[in-house]
């Protein structure tokens, strides 16, 4: 299953804080899944001018990456923090009518 989040921050919200609660949530994964699968399971992408980070979850890694990382943000930024969608197209989507809208 092709799946991805597209996660969107908010202007307020520092992407740079955004990257390294990603690189947070990869290494609390790695306590339960290893380092080395983690490493290889594990597919994103970080766009710093469009504010958003694209985390493929169609293996069960990237699914716990994409969940933990989610909690994390939700957590140090608030609920608000950011929009999340759901893609089948690994190309970030231009615009909400590509993907549906999830809640985390």
Do not use: K
Not at 11 to 37: Q, Y
Not at 85 to 104: C, F, G, K, N, W
């Amino acid at each position: 299953m092709n799946r991805f989040l597209l996660f969107v921050f908010r202007p307020n919200v520092p992407i740079r804080d955004v990257e390294e609660t990603l690189h947070l949530a990869m290494f609390a994964v790695e306590g339960l899944a290893g380092r080395t699968r983690v490493r290889q399971d594990t597919f994103y992408f970080l766009d710093q001018i469009g504010r958003a980070v694209l985390i493929y979850e169609g293996n069960f890694v990237g699914w716990l990456v994409a969940r933990v990382f989610a909690a994390l943000i939700s957590r140090e930024f608030g609920d608000g923090a950011c929009q999340v969608l759901v893609s089948r197209d690994p190309q970030i989507p231009s615009s909400a009518r590509q993907a549906e809208e999830v809640t985390t």
